[in-house]
């Protein structure tokens, strides 16, 4: 049974730092697509960052590039999202998603990934 959990949200103010995590507990981590999400109130889910097979190809949506940073540990099966200069656009609820496809290039639709977390919320205040 795929898991996935998210960790490390919170309240910051603008121009602060999170880290956020989030922990698989299925199997062959490595080969999966693994992707950040955020969905503010009223909007649509939106694709964040993600990394294809074993690491590669590390994708960001424009709006977060230079601020946010992907990683992956393979050994522990988790993926972290460092969020800098964060802004109050960033907030929204904070999902991780999960591919199971095997594929090197990540994708930025939500209706590619199979797997979901419950999400970690983000508030950042002006």
């Known amino acids: 049974q795929e898991e996935l959990v998210e960790s490390g949200g919170g309240l910051v103010q603008a121009g602060g730092s999170l880290r956020l995590g989030c922990g698989d507990s299925g199997r062959t981590f490595a080969t999966k697509i693994m992707a950040w999400f955020r969905q503010a109130p009223g909007k649509e889910r939106e694709f964040v960052t993600a990394s294809g097979y074993s690491g590669a190809n590390i994708y960001y949506a424009d709006s977060v590039k230079g601020r946010f940073v992907f990683s992956r540990d393979n050994s522990k099966s988790m993926i972290y999202l460092q969020m800098n200069s964060l802004r109050p656009e960033d907030t929204g609820l904070y999902y991780c998603?999960?591919?199971?496809?095997?594929?090197?290039?990540?994708?930025?639709?939500?209706?590619?990934?199979?797997?979901w977390g419950q999400g970690t919320q983000v508030t950042v205040s002006s």
């Open positions: 998603a999960a591919d199971t496809s095997r594929g090197f290039f990540p994708t930025a639709a939500p209706s590619d990934y199979a797997y």
